[in-house]
Structure formats: C-alpha cells, structure tokens
C-alpha cells in the first residue's frame, strides 16, 4: 500500500489540476469540434493539426488581452466573482474518487461510545483509510455528495458578485435569473440523489461506488431518478436548454456582459470545470463510477488497478460531456417562466412521488427491480398526463398595460430629440 | 437652526415607481441590425416597448433623386441586404410602369426566377434566425447552408453574390449562361432536403413550440387595419398575395404550380409556418419556371432605345451604334414621361413598392420607398405588451425586420 503522506497529496492535486485545466481547454475544442459536426461545418482546423493547439491559442489569447474594467463597476467584487466562480468548481473535484485502491471503512459510531473510544475508533480505520493512496484528493471524506452540492451551490456567489458589481441591467437580470434557476434546480438534484443514498446508506462516493459494484448500477434501478439529476445539473451548469442567465440574444451575455480577457476567461474555466464535474458526478452516483462488469478487478496491481479504474471513470464522463454537447446544439432554450415552471410544477412533484417510491421498496424490502418498473411508470404516467390533461404553454401577455397616454417621443424615456 | 418639518410625500407609487427602462440595442445580439427598443419593463415582463428608428440611415431615396433609373438599382439593392434582387425587380417594377415598358418573355421569366430565388433566401434567414434567437444555432446553420446554394446560383448569373445590381430597366445586365440553370435544378432537391431538415429539427420541438405558440398575436383585423402584408399578414388570416391577386411578370403562367400559405394563428408560430410553406411554394414554383424558359432575347428591343445595345449591334447598325452612344452621354440618355406611378412586388417580407415621380429627366423627382418592414416594426409596440423580454428576441425574428429599409 502506498502512503499518502503530504507530498502524495500535493502530486495528486497537482495532477488533478493539470489534467483538469487541459481537458477543459479541449473541452471547448470539442464544443467546437461537435458543433461543426452537427452543424456541416469544418470547425477549428487552422491552428496545428486539425486544429489541436487552438485551446492554447485561445488560452494565450485571453492572457495577453487588455482587461478592461468600466469605470461604473464595484472592483473588488467585479475581480472576485470570476476567482469565486473558478475556485468553486476546481474544489468540487477534491471528493471526486477517480480510481480506488480498497473499499472505505464503515462509518464510525457515536452514539454510545466514549469519546476517547471514537478517536481511537477513528484513528483505526478511517484514519488509516486516509494514511494510503485512493486515488482521490480527500480519502473517507464520508459527507463527500454533500460537499458536491455545498460547493456547488457556492457557484452561485460567483454569478451573483459578477452580475451585481458589473452594474449593468443586463448583467443584474442575468444573475438574478441564475440565482433563481440554480436555487430552484438543485431541489430535483438533492432529491434524487437522496434515492441513492437510501439505498447505499453511505455518502461517501467510494461507498456509493461499492455498492453499485454489489448490487449494480444505480441507474437501472432508478432511471427516472437519473433523469432528474441529469436535467437538474444541466440547469446547474447554465447549459443549454437553460442557459438562460447569459441567453445571448435576450440579455447579450448575462452576467459576462461587462468582463474581458482572463476574467471572462476565468468564469468560462469555472463553467467548463463544473461541467466535468457534474459529468464526473453523473458517473459515479448513477453509472457505477469505475466500475465495468468487474473488468476493474481483472488487474491486481493496486497501482495499475487505479489506472485502469480512472480510465474507466474518464471514459464514461466522456460520455456525458459529449452529451452536454449533443444537447446544447440541438435544442433551443427555454423561457424564464417555462424553467421555473419545469422545476416546480414538473421535476419536484416527481422527484417526491419518486422518493416516496424508493422508501416504499426500502422498507418492504421489495427487489431493486421493483423500482425500476416504479421509475419508469412514472415516467410514463407524467407523460401520459401531460398529454391529456396539458394545457400547452402559457403565453398570453402577463401583465396589466399601462393604459396612460405614453409620453411623446422626446420625453421621459430619453429618447433622441428631446 | 429649526428643524423644517415637511409634509410627507403623496402617495405616488404608481408604476412608475417600481418600472425601469432597459435600452435594447442599438448594439444587441439579438437585434441583428441596429434597431434600438426602449422597453419599459416590470421585473423581466414588458410593459411599454417604443421602437426607435434611424440608427442606419444613409438616405437612400434621397440619392435616388440624383441617381438615375439604372444607377439606383445599387442603392436599392441595399435597402433589403437579405434579399437584394426582390429588391431591384421590384424597382424596375415600377419603372417599367412608368415608361409603359413591356420586357421579354424571357426576363420575365428570369426575373421570376430569380425573385422567388431571393423570397427563399429570406424566408431562410428569417427561420434560421427565430430558431437563433431562440437558441437554435443549428437550424440556422443548416439555412445558411443553402443561402450560399442561392449565393452561387445568383453569382453565376450576375458575378456578384450579395449585392448583384443585375436588373436593368427593359431587362437583365446580361443573359444567363445554362450554366445558371444547371446550378438551378441542382438547387432544387438539395433545397427540399435540407428544407426537410430544418421542419424536422423545429417543427416537433416542444421547446421551440412552447416559445413562438401564442407570442405577439396579431388579429385579422389589426392586421388589416395597420396595412400589415406578406407572410406576417398572411399568418394573420389576411389571404393576399400580390402574385395571386395582382399577377405581374411570369406569374399568370404560373399561377396552377403555387398555392398561397396562409394560416388563421396569427402568433410567432403560424409566421414561421407560413415562411417555411412559402418557400416550399415558391420551390415549386422555380421549379416550373426554370424548364419553361422561353428563348429570345432577354433585353427589350433596339427600338425601344431604353437598353444597351450588344456588340454586334453596335458595331454593324447605325441604329445600335446611335443608341448607345446616347445612352453613354450624360446629358442624353432617355426621356421619361412626366408622370407618377406606383409599383409594388410581393417580395418575401410583404408589398414591397417604389412610388416614382419623374419629371421627364433622366432622374426621378422623388423615388418613395413602401418598406414592409417599416410597417411591421410600427406594429412592435402592440405585440409585445404583456410579454416577457425572452419574446422580444422571437417577435423581432418573427417580424423579420430589415434595418435598412426602415431608415432608407
């Protein structure tokens, strides 16, 4: 077993960071790159072969900028927000288990045990847990999906910062939008995830991953909870359908409208980041994280073992990215009421029904695939019902006119001429 | 020193307390020219929406009155950059009207085809963009895509892809070659397909229906009131069309091979409905056009001493040799008749007309413009009160306004 002492951690982070920050330069190349697919298009093809050094033409691009600050803008938030954004997400990837060496110890109990017996209890076993190499930042973190979401709502601060310290109504609306949208999506998110830790009693990723190594992927027993948290994280991300907080033609950039150079850049970096990050969460809370049909056992090396095992990891998060992608240049974007009407009319209802589904199995013990039939079935149900009893969109004007004389051209409204 | 004590304030908080107003545009992604909104807004829904035009005015019917006939076709040509040779036909519409001119077969077949070429192109762009505003950037990719078979086509007929200058009063710059109408035939399938492609990703979309359904409804009878035409009428119940009604160039031959698509929603919807029906009409149409091209001459005759005179004309008859020497002096050229007339053309946003008033020199007195988008932006206001700013970028798109024709 190899230690994991202090320089193991700064080599792992180090690592993590310099494979992360690349991947998201590529990230935006393969944005690209699938975009021109879609779209008959060539794409990037002009800086190194097929285009390969455009991200570090890009990244250098945005070095080299001039950084503009208007003179109206609050500076201190306006230079934090893209550093709050950034960090944010980078920090969500320390839980991440990217391969494993041994399964994680069980949680220690508290409840009536001595305290000195606790530590000591600790010390045993979780503490050795942490002492060896597991291929994640933070070993036996045991609030580890917590701390996804915990950081994951931070994210917000960032928008918030920016669009508020910009001073701008554009970049004001964007926030307060995205504020809106990531506030009301990350109910569906928490709920779903709640069916999988009933049913893993862990919130350790690791324990997560272990049991879906026992018992099988989380996702064919709760396809719909899947759903749920792979549309609530698309929202999370400000991705299409629902990027709504920087929608171009609406608001011109949202939040983003009134930063340049390495702080746009910065805030795409954080954005990009959380993508990953979401995808990385996709895979291991539904789709069994590193494991592969016991493929991942073939090899008894624990070092080539973690290889193979984040190989796996990267391969299936790969899948999702490219699924971000798929999906923000196929469909266009919702409107701000249709969202918040899909998160609490839609998504939260079924992400109950869906939960009071899994305690239903949970307590009576039922088989896992009693659920799955449970899942789908509403998923049907909700479909059903929205076809025969849907009223179709809600468009009509919303509001009282103001039913005043308006004020001729020249007045009031600073129009030219006055 | 005393302390004032004032009366507080009455209770004033009416709307204006708590609406704000948000400048849209000049410069705004979605306002793909410079239009500028000034919209009066309660949170994200709008109350007051006031159009404010002018931001690209470049005089065009000023110049018209120092250009003559021929000369402003390039002026024209820029009042609609999306579909510039409706444009130019619709011009000479109008002074072949005024000269009592009666072109050839052959151009009047060309010109057919060229506009209905041109209505497509627009009508392209017009769903491509209420697909972009709303998000969609593939559609408007794939209608790109076949703007530049549009492109290709008017290229090698004319030698310029954007602003051809190709209409000529009494006919066209220069034949085309059969060239041009291999490329059209061509066009034809590949169009159809990549028609298809658009109605496939767009048509069923839920996202995309639950946006335009029921957005800036405009009711037969505003529409009739506010002279609204074209597809933005049409979308509207108001069933006219100008080459159904009022038959101009190749049309009255034509009239069996083309319905006019109309639909009673009068929303963003049936608008996109519409325009995309129309172009599978106006497919048709070329379609039927392009085999029935009748041979001849495509300028009108020497004797009508309006058109240049080719080469051999020139070089072998006094009677060619005289015109064009004429019409190469400035101070010669043709004499019109004192007279004012209007001619209008369905172009692919509505009535496109030109109100010409000559006073027998070489140059218009006045060159009057009737824009279809001055018109559809006048109704803005009215369709976008109640809504949310999210529907101004698919109203705007729905409406298709052109900037330059506005301030022209």
């Known amino acids: 077993m190899i ?13 993590v960071i310099a494979v992360v920050m690349p991947t998201v330069g590529y990230l935006t190349l393969a944005e690209r790159k699938v975009s021109a697919w879609v779209q008959d298009r060539l794409g990037p093809n002009r800086v190194g072969p097929f285009g390969l050094l455009q991200p570090l033409a890009d990244g250098g691009k945005f ?64 503490g050795g847990y942490a002492k060896s190499f597991n291929g994640v930042i933070v070993p036996g973190l045991d609030v580890g999906v917590l701390v996804v979401f915990a950081l994951g709502s931070l994210a917000v601060y960032g928008v918030i910062l920016g669009g508020w310290s910009s001073d701008n109504k554009y970049s004001l609306l964007g926030s307060l939008r995205s504020s809106a949208q990531i506030i009301s999506y990350e109910i569906p998110l928490g709920m779903s ?64 409208t009134e930063y340049g150079s390495l702080n746009f850049g910065m805030f795409m970096l954080g954005e990009y980041t959380h993508m990953i990050t979401t995808s990385l969460l996709m895979t291991v809370v539904f789709w069994g994280g590193w494991s592969l049909f016991g493929l991942e056992d073939r090899v008894t090396d624990p070092i080539w073992g973690a290889v193979v095992k984040c190989l796996i990891l990267v391969t299936k998060t790969g899948f999702f990215l490219f699924l971000y992608l798929l999906v923000r240049w196929t469909i266009p974007r919702f409107r701000f009421d249709q969202l918040m009407g899909l998160a609490w009319k839609v998504m939260i209802p ?32 909700a479909g059903v019902y929205a076809v025969a009893f849907g009223t179709g969109p809600n468009n009509a004007p919303r509001r009282r006119v103001i039913s005043s004389p308006s004020p001729p051209v020249g007045e009031g409204l600073g129009v030219r001429g006055s | 020193m005393p302390l004032d004590l004032l009366d507080p304030p009455a209770d004033t908080s009416t709307d204006s307390e708590y609406l704000y107003t948000l400048n849209f545009g000049p410069q705004h992604p979605a306002t793909h020219t410079t239009l500028r909104l000034i919209l009066t807004l309660d949170g994200e829904t709008i109350v007051k929406a006031q159009p404010d035009i002018g931001y690209l005015h470049s005089g065009f019917e000023k110049l018209g009155e120092d250009l003559d006939y021929n000369q402003y076709v390039t002026v024209v040509d820029r009042m ?39 209505r497509i192109s627009d009508h392209l762009l017009a769903v491509g963009a209420s697909a972009l505003d709303l998000g969609g950037l593939t559609a408007f990719l794939y209608a790109f895509n076949e703007r530049e078979g549009i492109y290709d086509i ?18 066209m710059m220069n034949d085309i070659t059969d060239d041009v109408v291999d490329k059209v035939r061509a066009f034809v399938p590949k169009f159809q397909k990549a028609h298809a492609d658009i109605a496939r990703l767009l048509n069923r979309n839920k996202i995309f229906l639950d946006r335009i359904q029921g957005v800036g409804v405009l009711s037969r009878e505003e529409a ?33 091979s083309f319905k006019v698509v109309a639909s009673k929603g009068g929303d963003c919807l049936a608008r996109y409905l519409v325009r995309m029906g129309e ?130």
């Not at chain 1, 589904?357 to 049907?380: E, H, P």
């Not at chain 2, 007339?341 to 509505?350: I, Q, R």
């Open chain 1, 63 to 126: 070095f080299l900028k001039e950084a503009p600050i208007p003179r109206h803008v609050d500076k201190i938030f306006f230079l934090l927000a893209p550093a709050v954004s950034m960090a944010i997400a980078l920090v969500a990837l320390a839980v991440v288990p990217w391969g494993g060496t041994q399964p994680p110890p069980d949680p220690v109990a508290t409840q009536g045990v001595e305290p000195a017996a606790v530590v000591q209890q600790y010390a045993d076993t979780q």
């Open chain 1, 3 to 15: 230690a994991f002492d202090w320089l193991t951690l700064l080599i792992v982070i180090a690592g």
């Open chain 2, 224 to 256: 009739i009131n506010r002279s609204v035409t074209g597809p933005v009428a049409r979308a509207s119940g108001v069933v006219r069309d100008l080459r159904k009604d009022e038959p101009y160039l190749a049309y009255p031959d034509l009239q069996d």
């Open chain 2, 154 to 171: 008017i290229e090698s007929a004319s030698g310029q892809r954007f602003h051809p200058s190709y209409v000529r009063v009494g006919g």
């Open chain 1, 350 to 381: 079924l992400s109950l029904l869906h939960l009071l589904a899994v305690m239903l199995v949970r307590q009576y013990s039922l088989s896992n695939w009693v659920l799955t039939a449970i899942s789908v079935g509403l998923f049907l149900a």
């Open chain 2, 279 to 408: 172009m599978a009409e106006s497919m048709k149409i070329i379609a039927a056009a392009v085999e029935n091209i009748p041979s001849g001459p495509v300028n009108v005759d020497v004797e009508g001493k309006i058109s240049i005179p080719d080469k051999t004309a020139t070089y072998r008859s006094i009677e060619g040799l005289i015109q064009h020497f004429e019409l190469f002096m400035w101070n010669r050229r043709w004499e019109t008749p004192v007279n004012e007339v209007y001619g209008a053309n369905e172009t692919a946003n509505g009535e496109l007309g030109f109100y010409v008033v000559a006073d027998g020199s070489g140059k218009p007195w006045r060159a009057r413009t009737r824009p279809p988008s001055f018109i559809h932006f006048s109704l803005f206001p009215m369709l976008m009160e109640g809504h949310q700013i999210s529907d101004v970028p698919a109203v705007l798109g729905s409406l298709n306004i052109i900037a330059a024709e506005l301030d022209r």
């Open chain 1, 193 to 256: 995830v709640v069916g999988v830790l009933l049913f893993s009693g862990t919130l350790n990723l690791e324990g997560i991953i272990q049991w879906q190594k026992q018992h099988g992927w989380f996702v064919l027993f709760q396809p719909l909870a899947f759903l749920l948290f792979m549309v609530s994280v698309y929202a999370e991300c400000n991705r299409l359908p629902f990027d709504l907080p920087e929608a171009e033609q609406e608001l011109v950039g949202g939040y983003l």
């Open chain 2, 80 to 118: 609609n950059y999306i579909s510039p040779l409706a444009n130019e036909i619709a011009w000479m519409t109008a002074v072949e009207k005024l000269l009592g001119l009666e072109i050839t077969p052959r151009c009047k077949y060309l010109r057919t085809i060229l506009a209905e070429l041109a």
